[in-house]
């Protein structure tokens, strides 16, 4: 009897050691770059993928589930509504500073529709109607002067990524050294699904 009283402190014994050994969980830290985007072209939209934090190849933007953001000149777009079959959206946080942006809401994302921005062809300036996030839009003030500049409004974007994650983004320029159309952008993707953009 005695051996057993000692077999079952054992297991209480064992038991408390195993719980205070479990840690508490971990934030995944989200991964932060700033990148230039080619979107020079007038026609083609150049699309960017999360997930690869890099420019990817899409065949039809309408059906592929790979992109999350797609640029032309100086229109966005994400793989929702008119644009994409994705769960895609964009949430607009306003001019407050990027890092005080800690957590991603998890409704009232916008999603893509038609005619709600127009693009300018850059040789012929003709206006076309495009399918575009109405959000994403607002990144920068266009200034009518040649060559056109954008000037960044500095507002901070929580974008809901095709597959459902989050990321936070800041369009830093429109230009650089190549001319107009290349997009710089600084992002924070928050890969585990969860809503932390710190």
């Known amino acids: 009897m005695k051996k057993l009283s000692n077999y079952f402190l054992l297991i209480i014994f064992a038991s408390s050691v195993l719980a205070s050994c479990k840690k508490e969980p971990v934030e995944t830290p989200t991964e932060g770059k700033t990148i230039t985007v080619n979107a020079t072209s007038d026609e083609e939209w150049t699309y960017f993928s999360f997930e690869t934090g890099d420019v990817i190849t899409v065949t039809d933007p309408a059906t592929d589930k790979n992109w999350d953001l797609g640029f032309l000149r100086s229109h966005i777009r994400t793989n929702s509504g008119t644009s994409g079959s994705a ?110 953009l710190k």
Do not use: C, R
Not at 163 to 180: D, L, Q
């Open 87 to 196: 769960q895609g959206g964009a949430y607009d946080k306003g001019v407050v500073d990027f890092d005080s942006v800690t957590e991603a809401p998890t409704s009232d994302f916008d999603i893509d529709v038609d005619d709600e921005v127009t693009q300018i062809n850059m040789t012929t300036y003709q206006y076309e109607p495009i399918s575009a996030n109405a959000v994403l839009e607002t990144w920068g003030e266009f200034d009518d002067s040649t060559p056109p500049i954008y000037h960044p409004s500095n507002k901070i974007f929580v974008v809901k990524t095709a597959s459902g994650k989050y990321a936070k983004i800041h369009v830093k320029a429109y230009s650089n050294e190549s001319g107009t159309g290349n997009i710089t952008f600084e992002y924070k993707y928050q890969a585990d699904g969860t809503t932390n």
